[in-house]
């Protein structure tokens, strides 16, 4: 099984961080959902907000961190290509009405134990 992230990055210091999340939830994942699922087959996806360090002075690390899981290294393959397809083009515009913070994607594989 793989994990696809996308982590949102706060910002540089003195820089304000906007986030919203009830848009995030309410509109952009279901535009999210609809735009994916005739591309990549997800088998869950979920969502966290403010990730936080355990340790220290619990510094924020990221305000929302959404993850998908998928079967195979050719559903990475299919997100991939989703993301540099014409596909994306409502998602990517819909971005600044929730945030103004960078999107990272990364992938893993991962092991249920």
């Known amino acids: ?5 996308a982590t949102y990055a706060p910002p540089g210091p003195g820089e304000p961080l906007c986030f919203d999340k009830d848009y995030y939830l309410n509109h952009h ?3 999210s959902n609809k735009g994916l699922k005739d591309h990549v087959h997800i088998l869950r996806a979920d969502v966290a907000f403010d990730v936080r360090t355990v340790r220290g002075n619990q ?3 990221s305000p ?3 993850t998908l899981y998928v079967r195979e290294l050719g559903d ?3 997100f991939r290509a ?3 397809s014409p596909h994306v ?3 990517r515009a819909d971005v600044s009405n929730f945030t103004n913070l960078r999107v990272e ?3 893993a594989e991962v092991f249920e134990g």
């Not at 099984?1 to 992230?5: H, L, N």
Request: hydrophobic fraction near 55%; charged fraction near 20%.
């Open 82 to 84: 989703f993301l540099e």
């Open 76 to 78: 990475v393959e299919a």
């Open 1 to 5: 099984m793989y994990r696809i992230q």
């Open 105 to 107: 994607w990364t992938f």
């Open 29 to 31: 994942m279901p535009l």
């Open 59 to 61: 510094d924020l690390r």
């Open 89 to 91: 083009a409502p998602l």
């Open 64 to 66: 929302c961190v959404y």
